[in-house]
């Protein structure tokens, strides 16, 4: 699980890693020069980190490599929603970003293209929060439950937001008070069956409350928060990638050729997810006993692919 925040106080603009077993966050990356943020999500569509300003309109945006610390600056700029506080990434690839106005979009964070905006119904939008979408694709919300003292747990199916038409009011359901004095700002999965959690298989969360500087194990079933340690980081966001399970298999006809004869390769590559994945690429060498080859690319299972 991946957090962005601070050992002191602002600026938020560490990357960290975080164990979600015990809570501890290491830093992952170095400080972003000249920048502010308090939502990050990793996209995984190309492995990256797009951590959003804690600022706007017009909002900017820092894409980190996870594995290298390289920073970019993506041609991404969020000009009419304004201050972003959380930002989460679903298994199926769908990426969005929240201000704190009970609004929610879904972009394309490596261009800022702004695909939908959907509404919750149901939800405060004072306070802080965050949300975080699980492997089924279920978004589960921390959100004040309007008196500015407790923070409660929330969740939507993915049918109610992941295809829905721009513009629509998405309802949640609340699931039951967390029960933590600091207000917590960052919610992410973790593996199943840790402290805190319900039993598989239903998702498990961990969650952060940055003044505290603690991390929580969160009941998916009764919303309820138990402790699993200190961060030693001020965290004001969690988010994380999925798994992907990509598979290859090759076969040949005729499987024995003489000279001048036509020989076919079939490969076929297969994601089994749970996560969508991009910018992937299959290479097999030809030998150069072939004179010369022609290839085709086709969609065997109707998707996303290309």
Do not use: H
Not at 58 to 78: D, K
């Amino acid at each position: 699980i991946y957090g962005i925040g601070s050992t002191t106080v602002a600026p938020f603009n560490t990357i960290y890693s975080i164990n979600p077993a015990n809570g501890a966050a290491t830093q992952a990356c170095p400080p972003i020069a000249g920048f502010t943020s308090a939502a990050i999500g990793v996209n995984n569509a190309d492995g990256l980190i797009y951590a959003f300003s804690q600022a706007g309109p017009p909002t900017t945006v820092r894409a980190i490599n996870p594995a290298t610390c390289a920073v970019t600056t993506p041609p991404n700029t969020q000009v009419n929603i304004g201050n972003i506080i959380r930002a989460a990434s679903c298994p199926d690839g769908r990426f969005y970003i929240m201000s704190n106005t009970a609004q929610f979009f879904e972009i394309v964070p490596s261009t800022g293209v702004t695909l939908r905006t959907l509404t919750w119904t149901g939800l405060s939008n004072v306070g802080s929060g965050d949300f975080s979408c699980a492997s089924n694709n279920v978004m589960y919300i921390i959100a004040d439950d309007n008196n500015g003292t407790n923070y409660n747990l929330y969740s939507a199916p993915a049918a109610s937001f992941s295809t829905v038409p721009s513009g629509t009011a998405v309802p949640v359901t609340n699931i039951g008070d967390v029960g933590l004095a600091g207000a917590p700002n960052g919610i992410a999965e973790a593996p199943l069956g840790g402290v805190g959690c319900a039993a598989p298989p239903t998702p498990c969360f961990v969650a952060s409350t940055g003044a505290t500087g603690q991390t929580w194990g969160l009941n998916a079933n009764t919303g309820a928060a138990t402790s699993r340690g200190a961060t030693g980081a001020i965290l004001t966001d969690l988010s994380r990638s999925f798994p992907v399970d990509l598979s290859t298999a090759k076969t040949v006809t005729p499987t024995v050729a003489l000279q001048g004869q036509t020989v076919a390769y079939t490969i076929v590559v297969g994601n089994n997810g749970p996560a969508a994945v991009g910018q992937t690429t299959v290479t097999d060498v030809l030998s150069p006993a072939f004179a010369s080859a022609v290839w085709s690319c086709t969609v065997a299972v109707p998707g996303t692919a290309t």
